[in-house]
């Protein structure tokens, strides 16, 4: 089952509300009486994969506990457009005052899990073949996209930069080349610690095999490319694909024998999926 910590769905959802209602819902507060009920519908104007239910539920619970979610279309399903999605009952003031905060939350995280699941189906006769994210997310918004990501179907990379070592072009640049920089790694890293290095020519990856690292990233190569690389490696050490992996050439670049494949439009410049929220019945 995929998690959410609930002080990080707390934590980001009090931003984006603090950000949003500032003082107070003004046209809620002068438009709508105080004990006007009713329900609304969360539907699907298009298809995709549902994601962030846990951050809607946050966001009406922070606003008006009594405020209720009734889920039609459970967590990483698949929506067909016109579908209900889920039903929210209390009172309107809270309800209207939370539509857009909970609408934002919903419909990126349904259209980063929508975009993952595509590339993610491009992979199915590549099973051995992880598909990544990246760190290219929306500040303070990381946990959330990345949850998103494991729900469409994809693994996620290094959460930040503690996580894990890889090593990039402007390191080697200071540290004056592959050797020098995975030599001070290791120097001062955990055994248990992995140690990537993004390479962008063959002679680079040499060099990253002589100094023994776990992983390579070949960034930005074409899959002719990859496939001359990865007979180079030659299980020496994991291969990672990264930079301008497309629809058109994923399965090119799977099929050269990589092992992850990382892609930051899964996050960087995903279109949210479009949902609608529509008060349907007073009381």
Same mark, same amino acid.
């Given at each position: ?43 699907? %104007? ?57 609408? %934002? ?49 994809? %693994? ?88 301008? $992996?497309?629809?058109? %050439? ?12 990382? $892609? ?10 479009? $949902? ?8």
């Amino acid at each position: 089952m995929l998690v959410l910590p609930d002080y990080l769905i707390k934590k980001t959802v009090g931003l984006a509300l603090e950000e949003d209602l500032g003082a107070g819902d003004i046209t809620s507060a002068v438009t709508i009486p105080r004990y006007r009920k009713g329900t609304g519908h969360f539907t699907a %104007n298009e298809a995709g994969i549902i994601c962030g239910w846990p951050v809607v539920e946050e966001v009406f619970r922070q606003l008006n506990p009594t405020i209720e979610l009734e889920l039609h279309c459970l967590e990483g399903t698949a929506a067909r457009p016109g579908d209900l999605l889920a039903q929210v009952n209390g009172p309107l003031r809270e309800i209207l005052s939370g539509e857009r905060t909970a609408l %934002n939350f919903l419909q990126r995280l349904s259209g980063i899990a929508t975009r993952t699941r595509f590339f993610r189906d491009l992979l199915a006769d590549f099973p051995g073949v992880k598909l990544a994210d990246t760190r290219k997310t929306t500040p303070g918004l990381r946990a959330l996209e990345k949850y998103a990501v494991r729900v469409g179907g994809g %693994n996620n990379h290094r959460f930040n930069l503690a996580d894990s070592v890889l090593i990039k072009d402007n390191h080697l640049t200071v540290a004056g080349g592959i050797q020098q920089a995975v030599t001070s790694v290791v120097r001062n890293i955990p055994h248990t610690m992995t140690v990537e290095v993004e390479v962008e020519t063959e002679e680079q990856v040499k060099e990253a095999l002589a100094a023994g690292v776990d992983l390579i990233m070949l960034d930005n190569m074409s899959p002719e490319q990859i496939t001359k690389m990865v007979k180079l490696i030659n299980g020496r050490a994991l291969v990672e694909a990264s930079g301008n $992996i497309t629809a058109e %050439n994923i399965k090119a670049v799977a099929a050269a024998g990589v092992d992850i494949i990382s $892609i930051g439009e899964l996050t960087h410049s995903v279109k949210a999926l479009d $949902i609608s929220l529509e008060i349907c019945s007073l009381s």
